[in-house]
């Protein structure tokens, strides 16, 4: 199996993980990702939000059936874009709320879901 090297950017600690083992969750509760990836800037992500929030109310807040979301979920949990907070690529949030996991009319930035 391929591996990997990483440094905590927080507390230093090296550590040799999978190369498929991104997010790493470092002992000191720094979430470490691939290539340094980064979700996108607050702007961003505020905007993204707007954008998103305005198509739920379009239709009428429509939620996600359970069944969808639990595949929405998993889907999110393996996905190499996932900071353990976030999604690198859109910067919605993936736990909490609000979360578009939840909204009917969403889909992923990258077509997984």
């Not at 990997?4 to 600690?13: A, G, H, N, P, R």
């Not at 889907?75 to 996991?101: F, R």
């Given at each position: ?17 999978p ?7 470092c ?19 505020l ?6 929030s ?53 889909s992923?930035p990258?077509?997984?879901w």
């Amino acid at each position: 199996m391929d591996k990997t090297v990483i440094t905590c950017d927080q507390c230093d600690f090296t550590v040799a993980i999978p190369t498929n083992g991104f997010p790493f969750y470092c002992h000191c509760g720094n979430v470490v990702n691939k290539d340094g990836e980064q979700p996108p800037a607050l702007t961003q992500r505020l905007k993204n939000f707007a954008k998103a929030s305005m198509r739920h109310a379009a239709t009428g807040f429509k939620r996600t059936p359970d069944e969808v979301l639990e595949i929405r979920k998993a889907e999110c949990a393996k996905c190499e874009h996932n900071n353990g907070k976030t999604c690198n690529k859109c910067g919605c949030q993936i736990v909490g709320w609000p979360n578009k996991l939840q909204w009917a009319n969403e889909s992923c930035p990258v077509g997984k879901w």
